[in-house]
C-alpha cells in the first residue's frame, strides 16, 4: 500500500519534532495530517477528520494511555507504537500495531516500519472483527442445553427445552417449566441471556426471558406498549416497553 | 542547526545528573543542599520536556541545607509524582518541595490521574521508606487528600 498520510500522536515537543524530521528524511512525500499530544484531543481528531494510513502513537501521553483511544473511538489506520518502555509491548499487540519503536527512535528502525506497511497489501492484516467473525464461522456458538441443579442429596438436570420462561423475583432467577414446577437457578438473567439461543428465547423486559413457545397471547397495550399471555402460566401478565417491541414482533416473525 | 543551545544546556544537566547517580547512589544519605542542585538538573530536564504541562516550587530554609537525606529520595518522589499524574498544558502538575520548622520536607503534588491509569507496583515509595528504616530513621509519612498528594520527608 502507498503511505500518504500519518497522523503523530506525541506529547513531548521535542520527540514530535524529531519524529517529523525523520519522516521527512525518510518519505519526503508523506504528508503528516496533524500532531495530537493528548488522549482526548486525538480522540477528538479521529472523530472530524478522515482516519490517516498510519499512526505514530506515543504510549503515555499527557492526560493518560493511549490505550484509552481504544476504548473510545474505532481506529482503522494501522499503528505504530512509539515509546520509551517496553513493558506495554504485549498490550500493544492488541490493535492495528505493525510496529513498536523504542525511543529515541532510529531512523533505519521507523524506515522498518514504514517498508513493512508498504509492503503489506490491502487487508492483509485482519481486523479484529473479521478474525471474530472467522472464529464464529469455524466454531458456530452452541447453547445452553441443561442445567445441573443440587437435588436432595445429589444432582439432577433439567433440559433448557423444557423451561418456558425465566424471571428474577426479588434478586432470585426462577425457571418456569412445561410440568408447572419452578426451578431455582444461580444464574442472573444477563447471564441467561448470553447463554440461550436467541432464537428461542427473547429478554422481553427486566423481569421475563421468555421461550417462543410460551406465548399464548400478543395484546396491544397503552403507550405502544405489548401485553403477553402465557400459556400453561394464565395468571402472569407480561407488558414489553414500547421500545422493546419491535424487536419482540421482529423475533416473533422470522 | 536549530536549538543548538538547547542541545548544550540539555546535556549539561543530564551530564549532572547521571554523575550524581553514579557518585552517590551507593551513599547512605547526603546533604540536602547536593540532592537539591542534582534535583534542579532533573527538574530543568523535565520541563524542557513536558514544557508548561508541569509547575514546580521550592522552597528551601537555608539552615535545612547542612542537614542529610538518603540520596535521590527526592527526585524519586517527583518522578512518581510525574509518573502517575497528567501533565497537560490546560491543567499542568503543580509539585512544590518545601521545607518546614520540624526539620521536614513536604513534596506536594496536585492529584490529576491518569486516563486508562497503568497499576502501580509501589516499588519507588517502599524502597524509600526502607531506606529510611534501615537508617534507624523514621519513615516519611503519607498525606492523601482528594486533590492533593504529600510526602513529608523527614531531614536526617
Known amino acids: ?254 | 542547526m536549530k536549538n543548538q543551545q538547547l542541545g548544550y544546556e540539555y546535556a549539561e544537566n543530564f551530564s549532572e545528573v547521571y554523575r550524581y547517580v553514579l557518585l552517590n547512589s551507593s551513599r547512605n544519605t547526603i546533604a540536602l543542599k547536593e540532592e537539591l542542585d542534582f534535583l534542579e538538573a532533573y527538574i530543568y530536564m523535565t520541563k524542557k520536556r513536558l514544557e508548561e504541562g508541569i509547575i514546580f516550587d521550592l522552597d528551601i530554609d537555608s539552615s535545612s541545607l547542612k542537614k542529610e537525606i538518603p540520596p535521590m529520595t527526592l527526585q524519586l518522589l517527583v518522578e512518581n509524582a510525574i509518573k502517575h499524574n497528567q501533565t497537560s498544558k490546560l491543567n499542568p502538575l503543580h509539585i512544590s518541595i518545601i521545607s518546614n520548622q520540624q526539620r521536614e520536607i513536604r513534596i506536594t503534588n496536585t492529584r490529576i490521574p491518569l486516563i486508562n491509569k497503568p497499576l502501580s507496583s509501589g516499588v519507588g515509595l517502599n524502597n524509600i521508606g526502607h531506606r529510611f528504616e534501615l537508617l534507624g530513621f523514621p519513615k516519611p509519612q503519607i498525606e492523601i487528600t482528594p486533590s492533593l498528594y504529600t510526602v513529608i520527608v523527614p531531614l536526617l
Open chain 1, 1 to 254: 500500500m502507498r503511505l500518504n498520510t500519518v497522523l503523530i500522536i506525541e506529547d513531548e515537543k521535542p520527540n514530535a519534532d524529531r519524529l517529523k524530521r525523520l519522516l521527512q528524511q525518510v518519505r519526503p512525500h508523506i504528508q503528516i495530517v496533524s500532531t495530537q499530544e493528548y488522549v482526548s484531543s486525538t480522540v477528538e481528531w479521529l472523530q472530524t477528520n478522515q482516519q490517516p494510513d498510519l499512526i505514530l502513537m506515543d504510549i503515555r501521553l499527557s492526560d493518560g494511555l493511549c490505550f484509552e483511544i481504544f476504548n473510545q473511538i474505532e481506529v482503522s489506520s494501522y499503528i505504530v507504537f512509539t515509546t520509551a518502555y517496553d513493558e506495554y509491548a504485549i498490550k500493544a499487540f492488541k490493535y492495528n500495531s505493525i510496529g513498536y519503536l523504542l525511543k529515541p527512535i532510529k531512523q533505519n528502525e521507523l524506515e522498518d516500519a514504514l517498508y513493512k506497511y508498504e509492503q503489506m497489501s490491502r487487508g492483509s492484516l485482519l481486523t479484529a472483527d473479521a478474525i471474530e467473525g472467522l472464529i464464529d464461522y469455524l466454531h458456530p456458538k452452541t447453547y445452553r442445553k441443561r442445567f445441573l441443579l443440587p437435588y436432595r442429596d445429589g444432582y439432577k438436570t433439567v433440559l433448557t427445552e423444557d423451561i418456558l420462561y425465566f424471571s428474577s423475583e426479588w434478586g432470585n432467577t426462577k425457571a418456569a417449566l412445561r410440568s408447572n414446577n419452578f426451578e431455582i437457578l444461580p444464574q442472573t438473567l444477563e447471564e441467561l441471556e448470553k447463554q440461550l439461543d436467541p432464537q428461542l428465547f427473547f429478554r422481553v423486559n427486566r423481569q421475563f426471558i421468555l421461550h417462543i413457545d410460551a406465548i399464548k397471547g400478543i395484546f396491544k397495550h397503552f403507550n405502544g406498549k405489548l401485553k403477553v399471555e402465557l400459556k400453561y402460566y394464565p395468571t402472569i401478565e407480561i407488558l414489553i416497553s414500547r421500545d422493546k417491541a419491535n424487536a419482540f414482533k421482529a423475533w416473533l416473525d422470522y
